[in-house]
């Protein structure tokens, strides 16, 4: 499965962006799915994750409130709506895919998701 992700760019503070994943097998809609992100200097962390349904979701506590994880399994798309954003959002965002969780699972860990995108790189400055 390839993960392509997008939407990524320059925003200010207190501004709101989205960014979404986008997958080329059908398969993908059975799959949970996590939003990653390594900052500058930092290692890679989560952000947020969706069981396969969209029944169930997760949160870092440093995005929740903030940042809303959605699915669209008829297009095959996973989206991350940011607002208030901060410059501590700034990163590289990460979508990735589990297919090993079943029913409501969600993994905040790196090593459950098999599948990768390339990033999508996302700016927080004035």
């Known amino acids: 499965v390839q993960l392509v992700e997008s939407g990524g760019g320059l925003v200010h503070p207190g501004g709101s962006l989205r960014v979404s994943c986008a997958a080329s097998?059908?398969?993908?809609?059975?799959?949970?799915v996590g939003w990653f992100r390594r900052a500058p200097g930092k290692e890679r962390e989560f952000v947020a994750g969706i069981n396969w349904s969209g029944s169930n979701t997760y949160y870092a506590d440093s995005v929740k409130g903030r940042f809303t994880i959605s699915r669209d399994n008829a297009k095959n798309t996973v989206s991350l709506q940011m607002n208030s954003v901060k410059p501590e959002d700034t990163a590289v965002y990460f979508c990735?895919?589990?297919?090993?969780?079943?029913?409501?699972?969600?993994?905040?860990?790196?090593?459950?998701?098999?599948?990768w995108g390339q990033g999508t790189r996302v700016t927080v400055s004035s």
């Open positions: 990735a895919a589990d297919p090993l969780r079943i029913g409501a699972l969600v993994s905040t860990i790196q090593r459950s998701y098999v599948y």
């Open positions: 097998e059908r398969t993908f809609s059975n799959y949970a």
